[in-house]
């Protein structure tokens, strides 16, 4: 038996479905209380150097949590070709500005400190709030297009065609799910600087925190019963082939409202991950309420999770629903690359991502603490 037969096709589909769920968990966790604290940078910091306690709460950690980012989008080019190629060609204006305001922040970062003028670290500061504030934003947006489907249609040959306009995609709903991603990222910034931080800082960040960690709770519910009442969802009405050729225009689909329910419905359990949803949200704000930083920031790592997961059990098995052609819809059973391509990298990510964890959680470990702001005036081991 040839080594990769080993796992049979539709286990390693569903292997990297999982797995591109924990990619973007760990981005938006990893990197979300980076997003989250240039977007409070301004309103959390009144002097210089409290925003430099800001910024280098987050200066030693920052790059290292961008590793998500790219993990996330490697394993989307070779688990999903036509998902990247749809997502990245179709959005292509949404992920340059999401490049763009990315881009920004190592650039804020190293540039705000050249000059001493109060105008030019204003100026520095407010782009670093651009720089969390609209991918946070965009982010939200493309999942809320998402559940609703992209307009894209395919031809027999597996040409992509997109339809769609950039405009299009700020749709009431979509724009309603890009706010709770901004309140989600920012409950998890504020939870960081309360456990970086002390003083006028810290009771900032978790004013802010215990506001956006309510709003969070409450637009997911919202955007929940929206989905609900008002967004058909995807059903394939046609035999299901989890081990033939990725060929999305071999089924049949159709819409109908409360359809995104359907996998609840039939199993119960899975009602757990939005109520996670909900409940880290809730329990982040319990614990800022109680003063309890660390609790605060795991429990909006969990309301994040709950709520990205929630989407993906919501659509299962489609991954890219087709508003121009349901029957285009791409699904984990017909748009993933080959079954030796998916060994491969499968193998790649148990050799590499347990190196990626042990590293990641050494660099936390060495760099726990308080950012110190006597540290910060006297320039003592810190970067910014």
């Not at 030693?60 to 996330?72: F, H, I, K, M």
């Not at 080019?77 to 920004?104: D, E, K, N």
Request: hydrophobic residues 55%.
């Amino acid at each position: 038996m040839i080594l990769h037969e080993l796992i049979s096709y539709e286990v390693l589909r569903l292997i990297w479905w999982l797995l591109l769920g924990i990619l973007l968990v760990g981005f938006a966790v990893m990197d979300g209380f980076d997003l989250g604290t240039g977007m409070l940078l301004p309103f959390v910091g009144k002097t210089d150097l409290e925003r430099r306690v800001v910024i280098n709460s987050v200066g030693p950690v920052w790059e290292g949590n961008q590793v998500w980012l790219v993990l996330g989008g490697g394993a989307i080019f070779a688990a999903w070709p036509q998902l990247y190629a749809v997502s990245f060609s179709g959005f292509y204006l949404a992920m340059f500005a999401i490049l763009f305001a990315l881009i920004l922040r190592p650039v804020a970062f190293k540039f705000r400190s050249k000059n001493e003028s109060a105008r030019w670290r204003n100026t520095w500061d407010w782009l670093l709030f651009v720089g969390g504030f609209v991918p946070s934003l965009i982010c939200g947006v493309a999942m809320g297009n998402v559940l609703q489907g992209v307009p894209f249609k395919l031809e027999p040959d597996m040409q992509i065609y997109y339809t769609g306009s950039f405009f299009g995609l700020l749709n009431p709903f979509a724009l309603l799910t890009g706010v709770l991603s901004v309140a989600m990222l920012a409950t998890h910034g504020a939870a960081w600087l309360q456990l970086k931080t002390d003083g006028a800082v810290h009771e900032r960040a978790r004013r802010f925190g215990l506001v956006s960690a309510l709003l969070t709770a409450v637009l997911f519910m919202v955007c929940g019963a929206l989905l609900y009442k008002f967004v058909a969802g995807y059903q394939i009405t046609s035999a299901i082939v989890t081990e033939g050729p990725s060929n999305p225009l071999l089924k049949t689909v159709e819409q109908q409202p409360g359809i995104w329910f359907a996998n609840y419905a039939a199993q119960p359990v899975l009602y757990v991950v939005p109520l996670l949803g909900v409940g880290g949200a809730l329990l982040a704000w319990l614990a800022m309420s109680g003063r309890k930083p660390l609790a605060a920031l795991l429990a909006s790592g969990l309301g994040i999770a709950g709520i990205i997961l929630s989407v993906g059990v919501s659509m299962f098995p489609f991954i890219l629903p087709s508003s121009e052609n349901p029957r285009a819809s791409l699904t984990v059973w017909d748009s993933s690359s080959s079954h030796l391509t998916l060994f491969i990298m499968l193998v790649c990510v148990v050799i590499f991502l347990p190196i990626i964890l042990a590293y990641t959680s050494w660099v936390y470990s060495v760099l726990r603490g308080k950012v110190d702001p006597d540290d910060i005036e006297q320039d003592r081991g810190h970067a910014y």
